[in-house]
C-alpha cells in the first residue's frame, strides 16, 4: 500500500505508479468497508501494504487497516484500527495510529442515534494523541439496495495531548480539550457488481470562544479481485484551525493496496 504524506509532491515515477493504481481502481474511490447484513453475525477485512525504494531516491511507505462489524435489525457496531508510517530519505515524513469505535440504535426506517470514540496520534504534526467522544442523532436519506445515503448531527469532547508544549488558542499548552458540535454526512454505493465506494465528511465547530474548527473527508474505492480479495484506494483530508506552531492546517493523504476478508 502506497502511501502520500503531508506535504510531499510525488516525483515524476511516483506519478505514474499513482496513475496506474487510479486506473486499477477506477471508477471510484474508496478504502474497503465491511458490508454487512442485519444477521448478527461479525464481518472482518484486513489490509496491508508496503513499497521501498533505493538508489537515486530512498523511501519506504508501510501502512496496516483492520476493521469489525457487527449488525442486527436494530443496531450496528463497528471497530477500526489504522496505521501509517512513511520515510523519505531516512528522514520520517508519515507515522500516525487511528483507533475507532462506532455504535448506531435505529429508532425507526429513518432515524437513529448513535455514539463514537476515536484515538487518534500523529507524530509529525506534534500530536501525542487525541482523544474524541461523540453522541448524537441521524436521519437516513435515502436507501436502496446499491445506494444509501446519512445526515448526522451531534455533540462531543475532544482534547489533544502535544508530544512538545505549542501555542494553541494563544497560550502555550501542553494540551488542549474543548467541546464540539459534529455536523456530517456518510454515503455507500454499490457501483458494479465488484466495486462498491464510501464517502464521510464530518464537521467539528468548537463550542468556545476561540471558534477552533477541525473537519475530516474520507473517501474510498474497492474492486473485488476474488470473493476474498479486493483492490482499493483511499483518500483522506484533515483540517484543524488551529494545530499549535509550525504545523500545516491541511493534512492529506493518498493510499493505495490490497485488503482480505477474514470473514463471509
Known amino acids: ?14 506519478l505514474a505508479t499513482l496513475a496506474c493504481a487510479l486506473l486499477l481502481a477506477t471508477p471510484a474511490l474508496t478504502q474497503a468497508q465491511i458490508k454487512t447484513q442485519p444477521d448478527g453475525r461479525w464481518r472482518q477485512i484486513l489490509g496491508a501494504g508496503a513499497s521501498f525504494a533505493d538508489g537515486n531516491s530512498n523511501l519506504s511507505s508501510m501502512n496496516a ?31 500516525n495510529t487511528n483507533l475507532e469505535i ?57 482534547e489533544d495531548r502535544y508530544a512538545v508544549p505549542t501555542i494553541v488558542a494563544d497560550q502555550l499548552r501542553k494540551r488542549y480539550g474543548r467541546a464540539e458540535l459534529t455536523l456530517g454526512t456518510e454515503s455507500h454505493h454499490q457501483l ?39 483492490l482499493t484506494v483511499a483518500t483522506e483530508f484533515r483540517y484543524n484551525s488551529d494545530p499549535g506552531t509550525n504545523i500545516h492546517k491541511l493534512d492529506r493523504r493518498l493510499i493505495t493496496g490490497v485488503t482480505w476478508k477474514l470473514t463471509d
Do not use: C
Not at 67 to 79: C, I
Not at 196 to 220: G, I, K, M, S, W
Open 65 to 95: 487497516h483492520y476493521e469489525a462489524a457487527r449488525q442486527t435489525r436494530h443496531h450496528t457496531v463497528g471497530l477500526r484500527a489504522q496505521a501509517l508510517y512513511n520515510t523519505s530519505d531516512h528522514k520520517t515524513s508519515a507515522h
Open 192 to 230: 458494479t457488481s465488484t466495486t462498491t465506494a464510501h464517502q464521510r465528511l464530518v464537521f467539528y465547530p468548537a463550542l468556545n470562544r476561540n471558534h477552533d474548527r477541525r473537519a475530516e473527508f474520507a473517501a474510498d474505492l474497492s474492486v473485488s479481485i476474488t470473493e476474498r480479495l479486493a
Open 1 to 14: 500500500m502506497k502511501t502520500i504524506a503531508p506535504g510531499h509532491i510525488p516525483t515524476r515515477p511516483a
Open 102 to 158: 462506532n455504535g448506531k440504535r435505529n429508532l425507526n426506517e429513518r432515524h437513529y442515534i448513535f455514539a463514537n470514540g476515536t484515538w487518534f496520534r500523529d507524530r509529525i504534526a506534534n500530536l501525542e494523541h487525541r482523544l474524541s467522544a461523540a453522541t448524537g442523532w441521524g436521519y437516513q436519506v435515502t436507501t436502496t439496495p446499491h445506494d444509501d445515503w446519512s445526515l448526522f448531527a451531534g455533540i462531543g469532547y475532544s
